[in-house]
């Protein structure tokens, strides 16, 4: 059976997180953080990171406020989806990111991160919350399948 790895991204205009997990193993570990120039991602970094993981399909965190409406985030997530989706020829999974900011502040205050690195990790860790959410998901799901 193959991984089913996924590629997971926290976009932001500054800085986008990134976290890898698979189907299999139902777990999310956060694994870098993707500076921005200008707005615009640094797809070297990417392509090192996808060369790297080899996912079979990427989940982008989907910033919709909470009367589910659109913002302009949301577009602009929407459309980074597009690109990579575009650039790498995998399947983009958009996933509703709400108040995963505010759970990956959470986890690292329980954490043994030093606070002076909160910062630095927390779109990463919002990257791996947006991950294990899908990865839950597909669980549930492919339970509901079963006879």
Do not use: C
Request: hydrophobic share 40%; aromatic share 6%; net charge neutral.
């Amino acid at each position: 059976m193959p991984a089913l790895t996924f590629l997971a991204f926290d976009y932001g205009k500054a800085s986008i997180g990134v976290a890898v997990g698979s189907i299999v193993s139902g777990q999310a570990q956060d694994v870098a953080t993707v500076k921005s120039v200008s707005g615009q991602p640094d797809w070297g970094h990417i392509s090192n990171l996808v060369q790297e993981w080899r996912p079979q399909g990427f989940v982008v965190g989907l910033p919709l406020n909470m009367d589910d409406s659109e913002n302009p985030t949301t577009r602009a997530a929407r459309e980074f989806g597009n690109h990579l989706g575009d650039r790498y020829n995998l399947l983009v999974h958009m996933v509703d990111e709400r108040l995963t900011t505010v759970t990956a502040r959470h986890s690292l205050a329980q954490s043994a991160v030093p606070m002076r690195r909160h910062k630095s990790r927390l779109d990463r860790v919002a990257a791996q919350t947006i991950l294990q959410t899908f990865l839950d998901e597909q669980t549930r799901a492919d339970l509901k399948r079963e006879p």
